[in-house]
Each structure stands twice: as C-alpha cells, then as structure tokens.
C-alpha cells in the first residue's frame, strides 16, 4: 500500500514513453530510442541495479515529470511508471528498500506519498534498511564522517541552531567544529518560511535529515530543499 499510494499522488505532465533496452546503472535506464533517463526523486543502495533489472529490462514504460530538460550528463529525469502501472517505478523501489528517497521531489503530495513508501520498507527492514547502521546517529559524528561523499540519512536531536554570515547551523553536538552540523543558506529562508518552519524552533527537536555527506573537519549536510529535513514527534 505505501508504493500504491504514490499512484494518485504523483501525477505529472506525460514526457513521453519507449522500451527499456538496458541499466545503465542503478539510477539510469536506456530506452530503445537511445534516450537515457534517470530515475528522479531517490538515491539508489548499493543493491539496486539488479533490483531495477528485475523491474524495466524489456518492459514497455512511460514517463511523467515536471521538467524533462536533461542534466549535465544528458539524462533525463522523471518519474518512471511501467505500462500497466500507475505506481512509478521509484516508489516500488524504495518499498523493497533498494533506494532512499533524495528530496528532489518538489511536489508536496507526491514527495510524501514516495516518503511513506520508504517508511513502510523502513518498518519492515527491508533492503538496505535491515542494517541497524542504515541510519546514523548524529551524536556519532566519526561514523558519519567516514561515509563523506555519500547520501545518507542521519537522526538526531538538535542542540542549538546558530547562524554565522549567510548560513545557519543546526549543531548536534557541542563541539561546532567537530560535531554534526546541517547547513542551510539564507537563500533557503524564503522556502522554509513557506513551509511554516522557522529555523530557530527546530532547536531541541529530534530530526530526520538526508543529504550529501561533506567536510573537511566535523560532518556536514547542505540543506538545499525543505523535503531534506523531517520532523520526528515533539521536542
């Protein structure tokens, strides 16, 4: 049911359909035209590719989106639903575990409904979430810091949010230079005004937040879109 719900939450403009003639890899597809298209709104595991084999080599889909402009590498991105599904391809995908949801979703309804597709594999331990270790715990800054360069998710409890020139810090830990930190930009402020989230009440709440993970010294992730950040129960 948490795949099926994105059926009727993520309907966006038709930008055309194909054959899947082969994996690129585990976020890309080829179609029989020569098309390449990326898989927006999720970061694969480690697993995917095969899972993503199982689901497209052959099949007849189409795809829906709100941009179709390709990125730097020439793919494009959408959603991918096969011929006889209205539940795209991402959704399934994060129910069997074999991907993370990547916030890249602006869709507020269609963000939640892939959201829920993930807690629901989240739940069961499904796929990359049958380790214990698929989320970490900001108070380990160590761990997260040794996945630098990689998308993860990371729970914690802010300690203090405090804002220096143009950027806003969400501390974890109370060492600032060491610690967890999440960055977020002033040029962010507009949207999480929008959202009805000040930045300063998320001080001693418990979070959820995704991202690259960066840093030369304590571990970083830049917020770069409100879906980023999940609340977790009160403070």
């Given at each position: 049911?948490?795949?099926?719900?994105?059926?009727?939450?993520?309907?966006?403009?038709?930008?055309?359909?194909?054959?899947?003639?082969?994996?690129?890899?585990?976020?890309?597809?080829?179609?029989?035209?020569?098309?390449?298209?990326?898989?927006?709104?999720?970061?694969?595991?480690?697993?995917?590719?095969?899972?993503?084999?199982?689901?497209?080599?052959?099949?007849?889909?189409?795809?829906?989106?709100?941009?179709?402009?390709?990125?730097?590498?020439?793919?494009?991105?959408?959603?991918?639903?096969?011929?006889?599904?209205?539940?795209?391809?991402?959704?399934?995908?994060?129910?069997?575990?074999?991907?993370?949801?990547?916030?890249?979703?602006?869709?507020?309804?269609?963000?939640?409904?892939?959201?829920?597709?993930?807690?629901?594999?989240?739940?069961?331990?499904?796929?990359?979430?049958?380790?214990?270790?698929?989320?970490?715990n900001a108070e380990s800054?160590?761990?997260?810091?040794?996945?630098?360069?990689?998308?993860?998710?990371?729970?914690?409890?802010?300690?203090?949010?405090?804002?220096?020139?143009?950027?806003?810090?969400?501390?974890?830990?109370?060492?600032?230079?060491?610690?967890?930190?999440?960055?977020?930009?002033?040029?962010?402020?507009?949207?999480?005004?929008?959202?009805?989230?000040?930045?300063?009440?998320?001080?001693?709440?418990?979070?959820?937040?995704?991202?690259?993970?960066?840093?030369?010294?304590?571990p970083r992730i830049e917020?770069?879109?409100?879906?980023?950040?999940?609340?977790?129960?009160?403070?």
């Open positions: 049911m948490p795949a099926a719900a994105a059926a009727g939450a993520c309907r966006f403009e038709p930008q055309g359909e194909g054959r899947v003639a082969g994996i690129v890899d585990a976020r890309t597809i080829r179609l029989d035209d020569g098309r390449e298209v990326r898989l927006a709104g999720i970061e694969p595991a480690a697993t995917a590719t095969r899972a993503l084999a199982g689901l497209l080599n052959g099949r007849a889909v189409s795809l829906r989106g709100t941009d179709d402009t390709p990125d730097r590498y020439g793919r494009q991105p959408a959603l991918v639903f096969l011929a006889d599904s209205e539940t795209p391809v991402q959704a399934m995908l994060l129910a069997q575990g074999e991907a993370l949801v990547s916030a890249e979703i602006g869709d507020k309804d269609c963000a939640a409904a892939l959201l829920e597709a993930e807690a629901g594999a989240r739940r069961a331990r499904k796929g990359t979430w049958a380790d214990a270790a698929a989320i970490k800054p160590d761990d997260i810091l040794a996945g630098i360069g990689r998308f993860m998710v990371v729970e914690g409890r802010v300690l203090s949010v405090r804002q220096a020139g143009a950027t806003t810090y969400l501390n974890f830990g109370r060492n600032w230079t060491w610690g967890f930190a999440v960055t977020i930009s002033r040029r962010m402020l507009p949207a999480f005004d929008a959202a009805g989230i000040a930045l300063k009440s998320l001080e001693n709440r418990r979070i959820r937040v995704r991202g690259w993970i960066e840093g030369n010294t304590g917020v770069l879109r409100v879906g980023q950040i999940e609340l977790l129960g009160a403070k």
